[in-house]
């Protein structure tokens, strides 16, 4: 039995987090060592989560505390065996992945070879063709915009394109996916496992909740010690 399934299936499926790793994980075979270290840092999330549910269940079927008791206890056991591994599924995984995905990004588009004249040439005829069509025509056209022509886009000053920041990054995107395929495929799946992360999170967050019977900010105080910078 491989490392990933021996992981897995030590994990309880009546934790929310745990069954949905457990079922809807499908990048076990991925290549980039983030992404391994990522379903690490969930599943022990998960284990966490699974934790505190179970206290919460004994001291609730105990019935030694006080309400206020009860409160105190689980909110310090959350703190103690919860906090520090959801923050490390937050920093390592969910903002681990949105650096090394700017890392990759960081590499930049192809430098423009200047005695090309003839690939001048048609990069220029481009510029000239985009700005030629209407407002409306350009905006349908960065939605996707071909690789060539955000080449060339990119080739003139942010002040003169006067491109909006997202379709500046949209025409980055491209022209960086056309000459880095490999490293555009990685960010592609960075991607991908970040959306999971942050919907992973999301339910470990809103089950320690229920388990602990506290708010959003109650939540945000213990773990964040208030409100996160970049709160999910």
């Known amino acids: ?13 009546a934790d929310p987090l745990g069954t949905m790793v457990a079922t809807r994980w499908t990048w076990q075979d991925s290549t980039q060592a983030i ?5 690490g840092h969930l599943l022990a999330l998960a284990t966490a989560g699974n934790k505190l549910r179970d206290e919460a269940g004994a001291q609730r079927t105990a019935r030694r505390l006080t309400d206020k008791g009860l409160r105190e206890h689980l909110v310090d056991f959350l703190s103690r065996e919860f906090a520090p591994a959801y923050r490390r599924a937050d920093h390592d995984g969910r903002r681990g992945i949105e650096r090394q995905i700017e890392t990759l990004r960081a590499q930049g588009v192809r430098k423009i070879e200047p005695t090309d004249a003839a690939a001048a040439m048609l990069r220029s005829d481009l510029r000239r063709m985009f700005f030629d069509m209407t407002v409306g025509r350009r905006k349908a ?4 915009p071909p690789a ?13 394109h006067g491109m909006e920041a997202d379709e500046a990054d949209r025409l980055r995107e491209r022209a960086f996916g056309a000459e880095f395929p490999e490293q555009a495929g990685q960010i592609e799946e960075l991607r991908a496992v970040h ?6 999170l999301t339910v470990a967050r809103d089950d320690a909740m229920r388990s602990a ?11 964040w010690h208030g409100e996160p910078a970049s709160a999910i």
Do not use: W, Y
């Not at 992404?35 to 379903?39: G, K, N, P």
């Not at 019977?213 to 773990?223: C, G, K, P, R």
């Open 1 to 13: 039995m491989d490392t990933f399934t021996e992981q897995t299936q030590a994990v309880s499926m």
């Open 35 to 39: 992404i391994a270290r990522t379903h």
């Open 141 to 144: 056209l960065l939605i996707e």
């Open 148 to 160: 060539l022509l955000a080449t060339a886009l990119l080739e003139l000053p942010e002040a003169f």
């Open 195 to 200: 959306e999971f992360v942050v919907s992973g």
């Open 213 to 223: 019977e506290i708010s959003l900010a109650d939540f945000n105080e213990v773990v």
